[in-house]
Nanobody, 124 residues
């Protein structure tokens, strides 16, 4: 089992950047595919980005492709989301999620472990 704790959220102006981190407990972090999801006020949770256990494969929502980068450091049990050229529509609570195994999913239902979330607010 793994526990996930996000950090790095905050308030930023449109066009700015933020880097989110998700620290995982446990010794088997490298066995987990990891992802970021977000939920804006009044909207359903949506997929943002995902990464395979070794970082060899990454996937992005069309809305963030070219602006966001997901990465991981298995030695530090941490996954990151670098967010550049932020837009007001990127505002929301960002959640880190993990699933054991090789499969990388883009649906929330495919992930077993979730963090508490970190708020990202982008002002116009």
């Amino acid at each position: 089992q793994v526990q996930l704790v996000e950090s790095g959220g905050g308030l930023v102006q449109a066009g700015g950047s933020l880097r989110l981190s998700c620290a995982a407990s446990g010794r088997t972090f490298s066995s987990y595919a990891m992802a970021w999801f977000r939920q804006a006020p009044g909207k359903e949770r949506e997929f943002v980005a995902a990464i395979s256990w070794n970082g060899g494969s990454t996937y992005y929502a069309d809305s963030v492709k070219g602006r966001f980068t997901i990465s991981r450091d298995n030695a530090k049990n941490t996954v990151y989301l670098q967010m550049n050229s932020l837009k007001p529509e990127d505002t929301g609570v960002y959640y880190c999620a993990g699933r054991l195994g090789l499969r990388v999913g883009t649906q929330g239902s495919e992930y077993n472990y979730w963090g508490q979330g970190t708020q990202v607010t982008v002002s116009s």
